[in-house]
């Protein structure tokens, strides 16, 4: 079996943003830490985690756009290249794209075809994107708020697919459209990871994550727990490796909405060892140190008691 | 089209309510004013008689009770008729017509310099929020829209007109020449200290709003989104920057007409600038009531009007209101 190298490649990645407490005492931030995922050609990596759980952050650290106050460290590669500032700014828009949330990522006074053309596209790679999800040429003379939520959703997927984008990370594509829409929406991405790219999907729907992607990287406070196969999701807590996804499973409106005590840790209280050891009922005294991320059973998991 | 006629009537008539509104304020505030035209007319040191200057008030309608005045004033008016003005001895209409064609060059001019300068600031810091060029700017805005014009005025006058003697003190044109030999030069020389003083406290206002909403666009989703797509700054500011920011600032800019002449007002009494706002101090400390009743409709619909184009752009530029509800 030959081995391809995962299209993005990110081990032990920390984000912290620099914030000044009571005048001028500084102070670090930490909202991601010790990160672990990849993404291979041809699938859909689904990133699922509760709100708060620092999701949206990872699209804009891949992408090379936190603000200013923003430190990373870790190792995150592309096709094996370590991502520099620089790479980073030659992929986007190029072979890495974004595909946002809502309408409201488009500039409100700029004409819908002009904004999909963007500054690394032209009229005819636009109009064959339209084509693809069936807008018409009509579309490219309406401003933004003049699109119909549907029409919005294919003008935003239209801006991923325009370039030649070997990974998509789609941030939340699907909340507040009805079922068939976000069918709809995730049925085009997996259309496109059947074509050979990567897609990174961050979302907290997990019934949608199940059904479309084929890893599930489970997210709580800023880290990966568990990547599993989206098949455990549907054998049941005995195929999953953490405990907060066992948890997660068992939370679920159809498995019983079972809740467990606890809150997930803040950002700037996230504390040392294994982040969900405060919350967890097989903690030990070897919670409290360093966790690797290992494999196992077809997935990978951050905990030294899984097995 | 029906909405657009619609609108306009309901404009003009809100402009008449206001034009009698300021005119009726205006009318009791000079009535009530201290100042006796008569006395302020020939002066403390003649020596005319009482009986004269009584025949001056009869003949003004001094005695007549004020509802009836104002009622004459009124009814002239809808005959087109304004007065003469006691202090300028000439009609009204004369007066306005000549100091606003004066005032115009020295507003136009501020207006240009401090929207264009004021746009172009606002954008750099905006941009480049909290850098150094940012906060001396940011500086700057603030101690210029806290420090009143009649003050720059003074020490514009002080350092350029007084010390270096690069400019004249006052006036519009040499004192001294007959109108004819003026030339646009002269003109000019006389405009640049006033038509300064007027750009340099508008231009804070200006820039500190194009650098509050530049900071909000660089801050939006949508600019973010196109980060994402590779844009640089320099593409963002000229792409998204502009475009978002041009209908506000626009507004703005039609929508200052009241500062603008707010500030003329000072600057030209400073400068001895014979422009409408020189007319309208003049007129004030004669009592002259027909005079100053006059600069006040013209300020009315000066601004109005500034204020309505405001509007109307901002129907045009926009396509929200422009184009109306989704497809």
Redesign the interface.
């Known amino acids: 079996m030959e081995h391809k190298e995962p299209i993005l490649d990110i081990k032990n990645l920390s984000v912290s943003f620099r914030m000044y407490e009571k005048g001028l005492e500084q102070k670090d931030l930490k909202v991601i830490s010790n990160l672990n995922i990849h993404v291979d050609e041809g699938e859909i990596l689904a990133i699922v985690g509760s709100s708060g759980s620092g999701k949206s952050l990872l699209a804009s650290t891949v992408l090379g756009i936190l603000p200013k106050n923003a430190s990373v460290t870790g190792d995150m590669r592309y096709y094996g290249q370590p991502m520099t500032i620089e790479l980073q700014q030659r992929l986007r828009g190029r072979e890495i794209a974004l595909v946002p949330q809502s309408v409201e990522y488009l500039d409100p006074l700029m004409k819908t075809g002009k904004q999909v053309v963007g500054v690394r596209g032209t009229k005819e790679k636009q109009r064959l994107a339209f084509k693809r999800y069936g807008l018409q040429r009509e579309v490219e003379e309406l401003y933004p708020f003049q699109l119909s939520g549907g029409m919005a959703r294919r003008v935003l997927v239209s801006t991923a697919v325009i370039g030649d984008a070997k990974l998509i990370v789609a941030d939340e594509p699907t909340p507040g459209m009805s079922k068939a829409m976000a069918e709809e929406a995730m049925s085009n991405f997996r259309t496109l990871a059947d074509e050979g790219k990567g897609i990174i999907l961050i979302t907290h729907d997990i019934d949608l994550a199940f059904e479309y992607a084929d890893r599930i990287a489970i997210f709580y406070a800023g880290t990966t727990v568990e990547t599993a196969l989206a098949e455990d999701f549907g054998r049941g807590p005995e195929a999953l490796r953490h405990p907060y996804s066992k948890a997660l499973w068992e939370a679920l409106p159809q498995n019983g909405f079972k809740p467990i005590p606890g809150t997930q840790p803040y950002a700037g209280s996230i504390p040392g060892g294994c982040l969900f050891a405060p919350r967890c009922l097989y903690k030990t005294e070897e919670c409290l140190g360093e966790i690797p991320m290992r494999t196992l059973r077809g997935g990978e998991v951050c905990c030294i008691h899984a097995d | 089209m029906m909405n657009m006629m619609k609108y306009i009537a309901g404009t003009l008539f809100r402009m008449l309510l206001l034009l009698v509104g300021v005119s009726l304020v205006s009318f009791i505030l000079v009535v009530s004013s201290p100042i006796d035209p008569v006395e302020a007319y020939v002066g403390s040191e003649s020596n005319i008689s009482q009986e004269q200057k009584d025949v001056i008030a009869e003949y003004w309608g001094l005695n007549d009770p004020p509802v009836q005045r104002y009622l004459t004033w009124i009814r002239n008016l809808l005959h087109g008729d304004m007065g003469t003005s006691i202090a300028f001895k000439k009609p009204v209409v004369q007066v306005l017509e000549e100091r606003f064609i004066t005032s115009a060059a020295l507003m136009l001019t501020a207006w240009v310099i401090s929207g264009v300068l004021g746009f172009m600031l606002g954008v750099v810091a905006g941009t480049f929020s909290d850098s150094l060029a940012d906060r001396v700017l940011k500086t700057f805005c603030f101690v210029m829209s806290s420090t009143p014009a009649f003050w720059i005025g003074l020490l514009l006058l002080v350092v350029f007109a007084v010390h270096l003697g690069w400019f004249p003190v006052g006036f519009s044109v040499p004192v001294g020449k007959a109108a004819s030999e003026v030339t646009i030069w002269e003109r000019i020389h006389h405009l640049v200290l006033p038509a300064l003083t007027l750009s340099i406290t508008g231009v804070s206002n200006i820039a500190l709003h194009t650098r509050q909403k530049m900071m909000d666009v660089m801050k939006s ?2 600019v ?9 700054r320099w ?1 963002i500011v000229k ?2 920057g502009l ?2 920011i041009a ?1 506000p600032a626009i507004t703005l800019q039609f929508a200052s007409f009241s500062e603008l002449f707010g500030g003329s007002v000072l600057a030209e009494q400073v400068f001895s600038y014979p422009g409408l706002g020189n007319a309208a101090t003049i007129a004030g400390l004669k009592g002259d009531v027909p005079m100053l009743l006059g600069v006040a409709m013209f300020s009315v619909v000066f601004v109005f009007v500034g204020n309505f184009i405001a509007n109307l752009l901002y129907g045009l530029l ?3 209101i422009r ?1 109306g509800g ?2």
């Open positions: 989703e949508y973010l989104f196109a980060r994402a797509r590779g844009e640089s593409q792409r998204h475009r978002n209908i926009n396509p929200e184009e989704r497809v």
